[in-house]
Structure formats: C-alpha cells, structure tokens
C-alpha cells in the first residue's frame, strides 16, 4: 500500500496569512493527488484534483503543486472560513489512500 | 445540482449486517464510478471500496479491511449505490461516505454521510 504522509498535523495561522501543507508518498504516484476540506461534522469537500488542477467552484486561493512523491497545497488570504482539517489523497493505484490529515486554525 | 444522499445508518450488533444507500441525483449516474469511504469517530478518512461502471463490467475494488465481509453494488436504473456490510465489528463504527468519481480518477462530489455504530 502507498502511505500517505502530511505535515505538519497541525498549525495555526492568521487571517490574511499564507499557508503551505506538504504530503509524501512512499512511492512515486506522478501526478494522482487529490487535496480535501472538512469542517467538523461535515463531509468533506473536494479542492484540487492531478496534484494542480482545482475543482470547479473551488476559490484560487488554494493552490496544489508536486509531483511524484512530493505534493504541497497552498491557502492564500486566509480567512476564518478557512478553518478545517486538510487532507490528501493518492488515487494512481489501490487501494486508495488518504494522509492523516493537518487540522488549520485560524488565529 | 449533484446530490448524492446516504441512508440505513443505525446501531448494529458485532457480527450483525446492515445495507447502506446512496441516492444520486443531478447527474448521469451510470457514467460514473462510485465509492465508499468511511470515517471513525474522531478519525481520518478510510477508502472503502469502488464499484466502476457498466462498461468496466460492474467491477469492484476492496480496502484489506472489509474485503469479503463487505460488498458494493448499484443500481443503474434506480440511480442508486449501495453497500452490503456483513460480519459488522466494533472498529466498523464510522460515518460512511459515497462519493462520485471524476473521470475514473478522483473525487468530485460526497453525501453528507451516514452514522453506522457497532456494539452490543
């Protein structure tokens, strides 16, 4: 199975700040990285998909980028909103699997 | 407007059964693959299975932990997902999440999940 590594578990920021969230594979995926978004005792919801490319609806200020074993998702001008638990996911083979996620706190 | 929506939660006893659905709609339901994930209280999120569609035969993929206790299955016709749980244990305890694959790759579009809790 490929592990899925996030860093930090993790941070706080504040309003207006940027972030960054890393995640590592233990093996290389290309570009098979999906990023999502939950809020407590919500579902979780989609960001970004191919490592890079956002889901429709989704603001520009998240951002993905890597590839291989080394992805990082980037959130712009944070905002109170923003506050949730990150989590990525590789999907290039089976079974798929999920980081243990980075819970964002916003100052 | 995608909507896809969870049912048959509830409390179940070890080695119990239950079948959960997943009602879809605002979509072509049969052009996609489908999936199952869950979340234990407190916990990250857990791949379940994926059923692909027609053209892929209806094929489905398992995670170790539920393979031949658990079964995932459609309906095409009644825009319909479902998930056949069997030889339920406590560490089942979890929401369980359906979810729309994306091109026969990522995720798009999750319900708002259902509760199924194990314990006598």
């Known amino acids: 199975d490929i592990q899925m590594t996030q860093s930090p578990s993790s941070l706080s920021a504040s309003v207006g700040d940027r972030v960054t969230i890393t995640c590592r594979a233990s093996?290389?995926?290309?570009?098979?990285l999906a990023w999502f978004q939950q809020k407590p005792g919500k579902a979780p919801k989609s960001l970004i998909y191919?490592?890079?490319s956002l889901q429709s609806g989704v603001p520009p200020k998240f951002s993905g980028s890597g590839s291989e074993t080394d992805f990082t998702l980037t959130i712009s001008s944070l905002q109170p909103e923003d506050s949730a638990t990150y989590y990525c996911q590789q999907y290039h083979s089976y079974p798929i699997t999920f980081g243990q996620g980075t819970r964002l706190e916003i100052k | 407007e995608v909507q896809l929506v969870e049912s048959g939660g509830g409390l179940v006893q070890p080695g119990g059964s239950l079948r959960l659905s997943c009602a879809a709609s605002g979509f072509t339901f049969s052009d996609h693959y489908m999936d199952w994930v869950r979340q234990a209280p407190g916990k990250g999120l857990e791949w379940v299975g994926r059923t692909r569609k027609k053209a892929n035969s209806y094929t489905t993929e398992y995670a170790a932990s539920v393979k031949g206790r658990f079964t995932i299955s459609r309906d095409d016709s009644k825009n319909s997902l479902y998930l056949q749980m069997n030889s339920l244990k406590t560490e089942d305890t979890a929401v369980y999440y359906c979810a729309r694959v994306l091109n026969e790759g990522p995720f798009d579009y999750w319900g708002q999940g259902t509760l199924v809790t194990v314990s006598s």
């Open positions: 191919a490592a890079s």
């Open positions: 093996q290389g995926i290309n570009n098979y």
